[in-house]
């Protein structure tokens, strides 16, 4: 039986200040995405992610769009947990002071 898209076309976009090009979506709406390919999308995205923007933050809030609509063990679900925790012991990037 084939999986149904938890995210519709139509499904509200997340302000492009934290899922640039809607990046973060567009993975969730893969559903036979692997932890690899996961990881590749999420290092693109923080590489887009502007500078004024908190990572913490945008991951939180991408996790509680994007993580209830879709199955718990989805692998961007996974990698955006890790990076959240790995943001509350980083050292703050040089730019933002």
């Known amino acids: 039986m084939a999986e149904t898209n938890p995210f519709p076309h139509d499904f509200p976009s997340v302000d492009a200040a934290i899922d640039p090009g809607g990046m973060i979506l567009a993975a969730y709406r893969k ?3 692997g932890i690899d ?3 590749a999308i999420y290092l ?3 590489f887009r992610l502007g500078p004024r923007v908190s ?3 945008a991951i939180r809030r991408l996790l509680a769009l994007y993580a209830s609509q879709a199955v718990p063990e989805h692998p961007m679900t996974h990698v955006l947990r890790e990076g959240l925790k790995r943001t509350q012991q980083a050292v703050p990037r040089a730019w933002e002071g």
């Open 31 to 33: 559903a036979d995405m």
């Open 55 to 57: 990572t913490g933050t």
């Open 37 to 39: 390919e996961a990881r």
């Open 44 to 46: 693109d995205w923080a």
